[in-house]
């Protein structure tokens, strides 16, 4: 069970002064229980591909399979399989407070669920859990207007109210922009706590490296509509040029490493790769030590 | 969804027509209907015809996307042709119930539509040869001699650029609202009528918060670069008269002058 996409292509106003090419037969498969990361400049066709995915776009060419179904659906029948499809797959665009609507939290969180015909009971039950799972307490908050939220509690509602959909995919448009470094912290933190407790699969996009690097374990880059890397985050920022050529930039801990590595620091190839600031830093004491070490020693 | 909507109808291009300066398009876009007012006789209608169709050609727009702008004429035009097809006395050549048609009926209809039609063609060549920004630096240009008397051509100006600025980003926001809330689950398209107004909400809010967010950061960053209104302040693109604008001037009159002459001999 996966979400395939087999040559998609996609132009938005054909036919127009204004026609652009967002994707040239993109070729894709994401695996059940990944978390796999779409990086590339802007213009690159990330947010048309999350778009494909979401079943809000559909291709010129080729097609979106999310668990063998056809996301395009022609048929009566396959417009229910579609739909179904639809509904596995949960959308957080980017800037996704600008969404919120209702005078309460709570309303707004359980637009979702009521939408999707749910009892209240059962409303209520998917509310408390989301709201749980953003780390918002629902006495607290279920009737406070999401107006008068920070940015970063606003952002989290509105995850809330997508999260509460239960959805197997979850697919994120740039979740971390416009936040400050506390409020990426805890939304990514978030993200891999679902994943850890659920196996949502996870996608999203970004054009933050260091998002990309602290939590994804597949990493695809875009540029100009295509594909031009895939894999694991460390094999594909290792590829320093390709990165660049793609408009992006190494993890901010893979340059430092790089460069402590090229100033002599003896790090092997797997450490320069690490991902999290603490491990980084062992990997430097260590093989400083080493060093400092085989120093003495001579 | 609404990504298919093409914005103030812009074409871009580098022909003759959008060459030409955006005061003279309006002054002799203003000539020209008035012409088509004054002069009916069906020789004059002849030229202006030949003369639209000469513009069309000019202004290498696609035909299609011109005579496109026709669409929501369609039914005014149709209801014009009848009113007039039934309601002119003369030779009648029918009778159809209470109404008596008339070979004056549908000659009267017939030219009253063509009116219509070159009217509306003309404006539509205006704006789709002029990007907006040229279209309101003109209009701020003509209406500058009437600051004298009152008139803010210039607050005007701004607030008809703000305002087309604004277009094409709202309806961005809206569609981006609209998949947000489709992807929960809102339907747009299918319910009765009362549901599908009760699912507008969900747009609505969202955008006009972000209307009132934006033009609050508009307001800032145009009061943070010091703008006070038009007051000494000058253009980046300053609009200049070419060759080509003075041939524009004398041709119109001279069209004017002959079809006027003609009409009064």
Redesign the interface.
Known sequence: MAIELQDVSFT??PG???ERQALRGINLKIQEGSITALAGHTGSGKSTLL?HI?G?LHPDRGQVCIDGADLAAHTKQEKRAALAAC?K???V?QY?E????EESIYEDIA??PR??GLAETDVEARVREAMARVHLDYDAYRDRSP?QLSGGQMRRVALA??LA?HPAYLVLDEPTAGLDPRGRRELLQMIRELHAAEGTTIVFVSHNMEDVFAIADEVVVLRQGMILLQGAPADVFAQGEQIAAAGLRQPELMRLLSALRAAGVPLSAEETAVRTPAEAAQAIVCALKEKGGRTHAQ | ML??I?IGQY???NSLLHRLDPRTKIVVLFALIVALFLFDRPADYLVMSLLTLAFMLLSRVPLRTLLGSLKPLWWILLFTFLIHLCSTPGEEFAHLWVFSLTFEGLAHGFFICLRLVLLLLLSSLLTFTTSPLKLTDALEALLSPLKRIGVPAHELAMMMTIALRFVPTLIE?TD??M?????????FVTGSIVRRLKNV??I???LF??VFRRADDLAMAMEARCYHGGEGRTQMKQLHFLPLDYLAWGGTALLLAVLAALWLL
């Open positions: 938005y106003l127009t002064p204004y778009q979401g809000l509904r797959v949960g959308l665009f996704a600008h969404q919120l609507f637009f979702g939408n999707f107006f109210g997508v959909l | 990504s298919n093409t074409f871009p291009g926001e981006k609202i998949k947000a809330q489709q992807a929960r689950g809102a339907d909400v969900p609505l809010v969202p918060i972000s």
